[in-house]
C-alpha cells in the first residue's frame, strides 16, 4: 500500500534544508562583500564628527525643552483642578 500524499516529515526535511541552503547563500555573499572604507581625508571624518556632535547636542536640547513644557502643563493642570476639587464637597467631610 503506498500513499499518495507526503509524508510531513519530508516536506519539513525539505524546508529545512531549503532555509540551510539559503541562510548559507545569504552567509557567503555577506561575508565576501568588502567593508565601507574610511573617509580617505580626515578632515572629512572630523566634519562628519562635529556634525553629530552637534546633532547629539540640539537633540538633547530639544529634549530638555520638551521635558520643562511637559512638567509646566503638569503644574497648571494640576493648579487648575486643585481649585475643583476644593469646591466639591468631600464624601469623608461631616455633614452639618
Do not use: I, Y
Not at 538633547?60 to 502643563?73: I, Y
Amino acid at each position: 500500500m503506498t500513499s499518495s500524499h507526503p509524508q510531513p516529515t519530508n516536506l519539513l526535511a525539505l524546508l529545512l534544508g531549503g532555509a540551510l541552503v539559503l541562510s548559507l547563500g545569504l552567509n557567503g555573499v555577506l561575508l565576501s562583500a568588502r567593508p565601507e572604507t574610511w573617509p580617505a581625508e580626515d578632515d572629512e571624518l572630523t566634519a562628519t564628527t562635529a556634525d553629530l556632535h552637534l546633532t547629539q547636542r540640539l537633540l538633547a536640547q530639544c529634549q530638555q525643552q520638551q521635558m520643562r513644557q511637559d512638567s509646566v502643563l503638569v503644574q497648571l493642570r494640576a493648579e487648575q483642578a486643585s481649585p475643583a476639587l476644593a469646591e466639591q464637597p468631600s464624601a469623608f467631610s461631616p455633614s452639618k
